[in-house]
């Protein structure tokens, strides 16, 4: 069997399946839509229109020249998924989606369509729902219209939140009701396969009243040929007293530009945590905010990146504290070798009435080459006087006198290195420890340490 990372995706030929970002696009997508959520697609339309796209002058974007990373003008939007004429899975999903059998429930989307979705009976008899958003659009109606892309990502975030929320083809639809507790995670695949298109999916996530739910996200192809567009956007809310997990593993092929923007929304009492491993595109750009909503909301919010090459990673997190007695706690931890770069700009804002705020911010970044370079810029924004906050940041290198020591305990360099990098991240992994991810997480990095 051939080795599917160095397959490269096909390009697009179907002009029905693939169509221009434009006004047009979000017509025919609306197409068969109840009237909300036309009028919604056209309102975010234009405040794409009318938004500036981001440069290099605005501090959030200090770090990555997307005017140089991708022309929305040459990709073409895939409304419908591509499905091998044999039936057969690309190597590569087919072996993502072996690694997850335990779960309560499977979705799989491909080229930005759900194509299968399974749940435990027993959870569907209780109200959990699983489905794509374009089923959800008329079953479960009220509930979107209500919630998907307002008070979580509405389009006047930013310049891709609006065209996102005008262009979404599929996506994600997890309901758990009041006081039901899922034991093991929901897993979704999400797999690319057109070079030069443009993927925009969507996930709404919502927990009610002392519920219990983890979701755990894989987004994955092999390299394109020429640049492509995946946008995701996730959108999490934990009613009071909710305990909700998220983990998003990205492993793009090359040539990929992954723009992820993700919130969450935290109620009393609630626990919300998050985990973002990137480890796959040329470009990759994750923008994570925290809403602590309610007294006693606690959130963890856990990154791992690990490049070489050419890659690129920024980050973008903030961790907004608006009610008092609050909790978050952010570490991101990365791994650079060969001429690969990141950033990370993080924020913690307390509010004027979030008295006692408890909330934490650390970046940290392991150097493997003198080539590869890590930007780090925490900061503070806080309008409360009882509180305890603290940021950090760190860059170095691969620590002599713990390489002298494996080598000298019969290891080969290549051996030590792969030890040293795997301790530096693991303890990020540990932090949320669901069934698999820690597993599989480790397999994508040791395949990458192969080159280091």
Known sequence: MSDPSHAIA???????????????????????????????????????????????????????????????????????????????????????MDEDHAAAGHTVLIDGTVTHVDLDPALAEQGVILTSLRSAVHEHGDLLEELLATEGLPPEEGKFEALNAALWTDGVLLYVPRDVKLELPVRATRWLSHAGS?????????????????????????????????SSATEVIARDGAQVQ??????????????????????RGSTLDTLNVNLGASVSRLDLNAQLLGPGAHSDMLGLYFGDDHQHFDHNTSQDHIAPDTGSDLLFKGALDDH?????????????????????????????????????????????????CSHGASVGQLDSETLFYLLSRGMSRQQAERLVVLGFLRDVMTRLPLGGVVEKVTRAIERKLQHV
């Open 340 to 388: 690969s770069r990141a950033a990370f700009r993080g924020i913690i804002r307390v509010h004027p009435e979030a008295q006692r705020t408890d909330a934490y911010q650390t970046n940290r970044n392991l150097l493997l080459s003198d080539e590869a370079r890590a930007d780090s810029l925490p900061n503070l924004e806080i309008e409360a006087d009882d509180v305890k």
């Open 246 to 267: 998220c983990v998003s593993i990205q492993r793009l092929g090359r040539d990929a530009f992954y723009q992820s923007a993700q919130r969450t929304l935290a109620h």
């Open 10 to 96: 096909a390009p697009i030929d179907d002009e029905e399946t693939a169509i221009p970002l434009d006004e047009d696009a979000v017509g025919r997508i609306s197409e068969g839509a109840p009237a909300w959520l036309s009028e919604r697609r056209r309102h975010a339309w234009s405040m794409f229109e009318n938004t500036a796209f981001p440069t290099t002058r605005s501090e959030e974007w200090r770090y990555t020249d997307v005017s140089r990373v991708v022309n929305l003008a040459d990709l073409r939007l895939v409304t419908r998924a591509s499905l091998p004429q044999n039936g057969h899975r690309p190597p590569m999903l087919a072996a993502a």
């Open 198 to 230: 443009a993927v925009c999916t969507r996930t709404l996530v919502v927990a009610e009243p002392g519920s219990q739910v983890s979701y755990v996200e894989e987004v994955l192809s092999e390299d394109f040929e020429r640049r492509t567009l995946v």
